[in-house]
């Protein structure tokens, strides 16, 4: 899989969860949650998706300044032999979504 860096930030380590473009979608490298496919990244890492599109996977705000969401476990050993995962992280794939509103405004 090609992987495109676009930004990282969150944690000391390696200054991961990391964010991937890829062929499919997005790479998303972040923190192990207890539900498989499922990870949890700090809200920043958002910023660094491709100019009009956004994450196309239901992210939940855990209330502690992150997100978790869901996608496809990357498993692909030459794929993950590109990453700097940290013990307590996972990569998941997502779809990427082009953003197609900006926004209204009122009615007077």
Known sequence: M?????GKGGSEA?????????????????????????VEIPHM????VEP????????TDTGRGTFTLSGRPVTE???LAQ??????ETAIEVKKRVRTFYGATGRR
């Open 14 to 38: 390696n200054g991961c969860p990391s964010l991937y473009a890829t062929d499919h979608g997005y790479l998303i490298q972040g923190w192990e949650t207890d539900e498989p496919g499922t």
């Open 45 to 48: 890492l958002t910023g660094f």
């Open 83 to 88: 990453l700097e995962l940290a013990d307590d």
């Open 77 to 79: 050993p030459e794929t």
């Open 52 to 59: 009009d599109t956004f994450i196309g996977a239901t992210m």
């Open 2 to 6: 090609g992987l495109t860096f676009l």
